[in-house]
């Protein structure tokens, strides 16, 4: 039974932050306690990213932040975020929210309980009988592993509709006490951010291209669990970024790309296009080594790192939205690296349209910031 996407959508927070103002603040703030700053601050302007959007506004930084105020932030400004990208999946599948039947939601820089999709219910106007499915703890990797979740949940109830949202606030993590590499990383790269899927296996109507979505694959490597993630701290989430990274891609990701194309039946050679999490420019340039693709050739992936940062979970969907708006041809394969130390993979295909012509599915837009500041 395929899988289709119906609808594929984006959205950033209303603050954002331009890198060379994110340079001056965090060297107001670091400069003075982290003796190593000034040598590791030219990584601000050679990390690819130019500019990335936050659910707080640069002052609210310079003020130490404790567990509650991160986390109510972060509930406060990913409600609103999931209502403004699902309502935009939503129109561009043709759907009302009381006809979707379960929604995924992926997160991993907060903790809402009530989850989020509850936390949003009565605003989205879901019905009383919707099956929830929270995620939580996949990082960098949510976004392509949610995907599949989702997948996996449309094909087992035919002709059922379902809604898949990722995201996360980053930027809230941000440590003044905690003065580690991994952080100054995690400062010079993280974003804030969400994107949302509609899947069914109902074929879209109309004229456009028509996306299914396969099977998806995921594997784990054994002691790998410090290479990234999360240390649960009194003050906040500490970040865990190996400096191993892209050289554990380099070394790693061409034989887990090799098995996880056998186990979804497919060759490397009837890959058009790998569309793959950006977490940072040396990863980017380390996955077209793996992949042995011609250097430069995921230009998406860097368009979207310099836009917009790493954003977790839901950076690889915008990703996929702006190859899909550009090339809407031939076979794709997702592809992110997340905690656990994990790899995930979710094919993607363009395939004949239907008949008919009263639903458009393929708008795929730029993502707009929609949260009132």
């Known amino acids: 039974m395929p899988v289709y996407l119906t609808g594929l959508a984006t959205a950033v927070p209303p ?200 099977a998806g694959h995921q594997e784990m490597w054994s002691d790998t669990l410090n290479i990234m993630g999360w240390n649960v701290e009194e003050h906040g989430l500490g970040v865990v970024f190996d400096r191993s990274i892209p050289d554990f891609a380099t070394e790693h990701f061409r034989d887990v790309t090799e098995r996880s194309l056998s186990a979804l039946s497919m060759e490397r050679t009837g890959v058009d296009r790998f569309v793959c999490h950006p977490g940072g420019a040396k990863v980017v340039q380390a996955l077209e080594g793996a992949l042995d693709l011609p250097t430069g050739v995921l230009d998406v992936e860097r368009e979207i790192l310099q836009e917009f940062g790493n954003m977790s979970a839901p950076t690889v969907l915008f990703v996929l939205e702006r190859v899909l708006e550009r090339t809407a041809q031939g076979s794709m394969v997702m592809c992110a690296l997340g905690p656990g130390f994990t790899a995930s993979f979710q094919p993607v295909s363009v395939v004949p349209s239907g008949a008919g012509g009263h639903r458009d599915t393929t708008d795929f837009s730029k993502p707009e910031g929609v949260i009132n500041a």
């Open 15 to 214: 603050y954002e932050l331009p890198q060379t103002l994110v340079l001056d603040y965090a060297r107001r703030i670091l400069g003075p306690k982290f003796a190593q700053f000034e040598r590791m601050a030219g990584t601000f302007l050679t990390a690819g990213v130019k500019t990335r959007y936050s659910f707080a506004p640069l002052e609210w930084f310079l003020e130490p932040q404790d567990w509650k105020t991160r986390n109510e932030t972060y509930v406060r400004g990913t409600t609103e975020l999931f209502i403004t990208a699902a309502r935009k999946a939503l129109l561009k599948a043709g759907l009302r929210a009381d006809e979707i039947d379960t929604v995924v939601t992926v997160s991993s820089t907060g903790i809402a309980t009530p989850t989020l999709e509850a936390q949003a219910w009565k605003q989205m106007g879901f019905r009383q009988d919707i099956m929830r499915v929270p995620v939580f703890g996949l990082g960098c990797a949510g976004g392509v592993s949610g995907l599949s979740i989702a997948q996996q949940l449309a094909q087992a109830k035919p002709g059922s509709n379902v809604l898949m949202v990722a995201l996360e606030g980053c930027t809230l993590s941000f440590r003044s006490d905690r003065l580690t590499k991994a952080d100054i990383i995690a400062t010079v790269l993280f974003g804030d951010g969400a994107a949302a899927a509609c899947l069914s296996t109902s074929k879209p109507e109309g004229s456009k291209p028509v996306f299914q979505l396969g």
